[in-house]
C-alpha cells in the first residue's frame, strides 16, 4: 500500500508506543498489519490485564463506563456529558481527543482541586513505556482544556495480601507522575507529527536490534530479519549468562573463532564439546556429587499459577500457588512408583496440595529437584499457610537438594545450545522422553490449561482431557528427572 501524504493518520496512545519503540513498527502495523505474526501470549496477558481493570473500576461503585459503541466519536460525547454534568464518581474509559490523537483513561476522577487520571497497569511498579502512555493522556487531556491536577499509573502493590474475600481495597499503589512528566508531556505534539510524518511516508528502513524486543516483542520480527544473513552455526551468544557479549562487541560473531584459554571453565567445555561434537561428561564427578543423596528418593515437581489478582485468602499478588505435582517415588532398590496431585477446579487448591505432599512423601526421603529454589519457596510458602503442617513441610524444604548444578557441572552436549534447563539437557540424554507429543509440553501451557480447566464455565469433558494432559506432562517432568540423573551417572 502506498500511503497519501494528504491524508492525516488517527494516532492513539498505543501507536505513539509503537512508534517510541521503533518507527517502522508503527508504520508496519498501520500499513501491513498482514505481516503480523500470531502473539501466542496475548489472549492470557489481555485475560490478566482486563481482570485488574475490573478490580480498578470495582473499587469504586460510584463509577461510570463509558462504552466505546456505537463509535469512539459517540465516547467522546458522553465524557464531555458527564463531566458538563457534575457526575461525581470516576469515569471508567473516560474518552478524549486532540489533534487526531484519541486517549481513553482507565480511570478519571473528580478531586477538590481538579481532575485525576490514573492509568492502570498489571505490573507491580512504572515502567519506561508507561511514561510515555500517561504523558500522551496527559497532553491530551490538558489540551481538550480539562484541569489536570494529578495523574498516576495504577500499579498492583506488590505487598498487598486478600484477608477477605473478594475485598481488593490496597491492590493498587498509585505512582504520582505529572510534574516529572512535565517536559516528555510538552514533547509530545512534536511526537505525534513524527509519528503522523512516518505513517505518511515510505516503510522506514530501521535496522534489527534491542529495541525489537523492548518494552515489547515486535510482531514483525520474521518480516525485518527475512533478508538478514543467517549468521554462524553457532554464535557466541549461545554463552550462558551473557558470556558471548564481550565477544560480540568484539566483533567476533562465531563461537568457533574462540579460544577455550579465554574463557572461564565452563564456557571452555561449551566450546570443546561444540567443536568437536562430543558430549561432555564427567560421570565420575556427577556420581560424587549425588552419592550422598539418601534414600527413598523423592523426585518432586510443582506447576504453579501466579496472577496479578490474588484470589484465595491469605495470597499476594504473583504470588505462586501449586496446583498440582508430580512425584517418582525412588527406592534405593531400584523401584520406582509414580504419585500425584492435581487441583483443576476453580477451589483453593493449596491445603489439599500441602496434604498430599506430607502423606505421599515419606518422611527422611531425599527431596529431588532441578533448579530446587522454586520447589523450596513452594515448600516455605505452603508451610507459612499452613501453620498444623509447617514442621512436615519445612523438613521436605530442607531436605530438597537439586539435579540442575550437577548437570551444569558434570554435562553438556551442544544440542543444549548453551543451556541446561531440563527440556534442553533431556534430549540430550534421553531423546526418547521428548515433550513434543505431549499435548501440554511446558510451564506456560500448563498455566494456560489449568486457567482454562478452572474457570466455572469449562465443560467438564473438557476439564477432564485438560486434566489428563496436565498429569502427563508434569509425570514427564519428573521422570525426566530421573532420566538425566541415570544418563549423568552412567559411565
Ligand atoms: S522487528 Fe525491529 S526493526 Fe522491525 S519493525 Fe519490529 S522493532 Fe522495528
Not at 501470549?41 to 461503585?61: M, Q, T, Y
Not at 490449561?449 to 469433558?461: F, I, R, V
Request: net charge negative; glycine share 6%.
Amino acid at each position: 500500500m502506498k500511503p497519501t501524504q494528504s491524508f492525516r493518520y488517527g494516532l492513539s496512545k498505543s501507536r505513539i508506543t509503537s512508534f517510541e519503540q521503533c518507527p517502522k513498527k508503527l508504520w508496519l502495523s498501520v500499513h501491513r498489519r498482514d505481516l503480523a505474526e500470531h502473539d501466542a501470549g496475548a489472549e492470557a496477558r489481555f485475560a490478566s490485564g482486563n481482570a485488574v481493570g475490573d478490580i480498578a473500576c470495582a473499587l469504586h461503585p460510584s463509577g461510570v463506563m463509558v462504552e466505546a459503541e456505537p463509535d469512539l466519536g459517540a465516547a467522546v460525547a458522553e465524557t464531555a456529558r458527564l463531566i458538563a454534568e457534575g457526575h461525581p464518581g470516576p469515569i471508567f474509559e473516560a474518552t478524549f481527543e486532540h489533534d487526531g490523537v484519541l486517549v481513553r483513561v482507565d480511570v478519571l476522577e473528580r478531586r477538590k482541586k481538579g481532575w485525576h487520571a490514573a492509568e492502570v497497569k498489571s505490573s507491580t511498579g512504572v515502567k519506561d513505556y508507561h511514561r510515555g502512555d500517561l504523558a500522551t493522556q496527559a497532553w491530551v487531556l490538558q489540551a481538550c482544556g480539562l484541569p489536570l491536577k494529578s495523574a498516576s499509573v495504577r500499579h498492583i502493590d506488590r505487598d498487598f495480601e486478600l484477608t477477605r474475600e473478594g475485598d481488593y481495597a490496597g491492590l493498587f499503589a498509585d505512582a504520582e507522575l505529572l510534574r516529572p512528566l512535565k517536559s516528555i508531556i510538552e514533547g509530545r505534539a512534536d511526537v505525534v507529527a513524527a509519528a503522523r510524518e512516518v505513517l505518511a511516508g515510505e516503510e522506514p528502513v530501521v535496522e534489527i536490534g534491542e529495541h525489537c524486543s523492548s518494552p515489547f516483542e515486535c510482531e514483525f520480527s520474521a518480516w525485518c530479519r527475512r533478508d538478514q544473513p543467517t549468521g554462524p552455526d553457532w554464535p557466541v551468544t549461545l554463552l550462558p549468562y551473557g558470556g558471548g557479549k564481550k565477544w560480540a562487541e568484539q566483533g567476533i560473531e562465531d563461537l568457533l573463532d574462540l579460544d577455550e584459554d579465554d574463557l572461564n571453565p565452563r564456557n571452555a567445555r561449551i566450546l570443546t564439546a561444540t567443536r568437536d561434537d562430543v558430549p561432555f561428561h564427567d560421570a565420575k564427578g556427577a556420581r560424587k556429587a549425588m552419592k550422598n543423596w539418601g534414600w527413598p528418593r523423592a523426585w518432586l515437581d510443582f506447576e504453579t499459577i501466579a496472577a496479578a489478582v490474588p484470589r484465595w485468602i491469605g495470597t499476594r499478588p504473583y504470588q505462586q500457588i501449586p496446583f498440582q505435582f508430580s512425584l517418582h517415588l525412588e527406592a534405593k532398590d531400584g523401584t520406582i512408583t509414580h504419585h500425584e496431585f492435581l487441583s483443576c477446579d476453580s477451589t483453593d487448591p493449596r491445603r489439599a496440595c500441602a496434604e498430599a505432599l506430607v502423606e505421599m512423601i515419606p518422611p527422611g526421603a531425599c527431596v529431588i529437584a532441578y533448579n530446587a529454589s522454586f520447589e523450596k519457596r513452594v515448600l516455605r510458602d505452603l508451610a507459612g499457610w499452613f501453620p498444623d503442617l509447617a514442621e512436615p513441610l519445612l523438613a521436605l524444604e530442607a531436605a530438597t537438594v537439586d539435579l540442575l548444578p550437577i548437570a551444569r557441572e558434570h554435562w553438556y552436549h551442544r544440542d543444549q545450545r548453551g543451556s541446561w534447563s531440563i527440556k534442553a539437557v533431556l534430549p540430550t540424554i534421553a531423546p526418547e522422553l521428548d515433550y513434543a507429543s505431549l499435548e501440554v509440553s511446558d510451564g506456560g501451557n500448563a498455566q494456560e490449561a489449568w486457567l482454562e480447566a478452572a474457570a466455572p464455565e469449562c465443560d467438564p469433558l473438557r476439564r477432564e482431557a485438560l486434566a489428563e494432559a496436565l498429569k502427563a506432562y508434569c509425570e514427564r517432568d519428573t521422570w525426566a528427572m530421573v532420566a538425566v540423573a541415570r544418563g549423568l551417572m552412567r559411565p
